[in-house]
């Protein structure tokens, strides 16, 4: 894990801190977005943090079917 998503985790972490945050990971494809976030959420679950992943991917997929999004 890199230094940044050390420094989220530590700094969010804190017992005082319990009101909710939103973390975005934008790139380029397969740059490793989904990844990150899979390892961020795993570790903030760890650390009894409630967290809500969503995937542009899995979100366009089935919230967006019908809409005419296809990007």
């Keep these: 894990m890199g230094d940044t998503m050390k ?3 530590a ?6 801190c319990e ?3 939103c973390v975005w990971f934008t790139g380029l494809p397969c740059s490793g ?8 959420t795993a570790m903030l679950m ?4 409630r967290v ?3 995937d ?11 809409l005419g999004f296809s990007k």
């Design 7 to 9: 420094a989220v985790v």
């Design 11 to 16: 700094k969010r972490d804190r017992p005082y």
């Design 19 to 21: 009101e909710g945050f």
């Design 33 to 40: 977005k989904t990844t990150t976030a899979e390892v961020l």
């Design 46 to 49: 760890k650390r009894g943090r």
């Design 52 to 54: 809500t992943l969503l």
């Design 56 to 66: 542009g991917d899995v979100v366009r997929t089935h919230l967006s079917k019908g």
